[in-house]
Structures are given as C-alpha cells and as structure tokens.
C-alpha cells in the first residue's frame, strides 16, 4: 500500500482519474436506461435495437462496469496492492476473446498486453507505489 511519502506513478494517476469520471457518469447511463422507453432504439454491434428487448443485459453490464470503476478509482488512488492486478486481467481476457476475431492483429495485441505487464509488474516504482518489494 502507498505511505504518504510515495508519489503515485503518472500513468495510475491518469488511469484512477479516468474510471473516476467512469464511476461518476455510470450512474446517469443507469438511470437513462432505467427510464427510458422500450420503443428506444440503439445501436448495438451496428444494428438498431429496442431497448426495451435488452434492458436487463444493459443495465447488468452498467452495474457490472460501475463497480469495476470504482475498483480500479479507489484502488489505484489509494495504492492498494490488489488493485495492480485489475487492469492486466482485463486486457489478458480481451487478449483471449479476440485472438479468434482479430488474426492479423494478434502480433500487436500481444506486445500490447506485454507492455501492460511490464508496467504493472516489472516497472520499479509502480511495484513500489503498490507495497511489492
């Protein structure tokens, strides 16, 4: 866990504002669907969708999204050693849900994901920010 003495990396502290923002807009998407209309059309992988008929997947896909974001907000803010974890793991399951769809692009997902590990886990003062010796 971070002491008062240790400065938070730049690159967590753009990622713990970012879901901050997340985890205060979350709420009004919430509500908007919540309320909202069944005649509502989106769009939803490019074809126009009535609300109505996915509300419940869209709401629990808000709610799952809102707590990841003030996971990763309070965490991150906080140096919690647990946190550090959040943002690999994400990018490992998209590495694995796309390596069928994304072929050509495997090569640059992959050095991606390698990149988001070295930080994570091999740059000294982010192990540092998060208490791993």
């Known amino acids: ?3 008062p003495t240790q400065s938070r990396p730049l690159f967590i ?4 504002l970012i ?3 997340h985890a205060l807009i979350v709420p009004f998407l ?9 005649d509502t059309t989106i769009n939803r992988s490019g074809m126009p969708v009535r609300v109505g ?15 990841l974001a003030i996971s990763i907000a309070f965490g ?16 490992v399951v998209g590495l694995v849900s796309l390596v069928n769809d994304r072929r050509p692009e495997v090569l640059f997902i992959l050095l991606y994901v390698a990149l988001i590990f070295w930080y994570f886990y091999g ?10 010796r």
């Open 53 to 67: 008929d996915h509300r419940l997947q869209i709401l629990a896909v808000l709610l799952l999204w809102e707590v």
């Open 123 to 132: 740059k000294a003062n982010v192990k540092k920010y998060f208490g791993v």
């Open 19 to 21: 879901f901050s923002a």
């Open 76 to 91: 991150y803010w906080k140096g919690k050693q647990w946190s550090r974890h959040i943002i690999p793991t994400i990018h």
């Open 1 to 3: 866990m971070a002491t």
């Open 13 to 16: 502290t753009i990622i713990a």
């Open 30 to 38: 919430f509500l908007f669907y919540s309320i909202s209309s069944g």
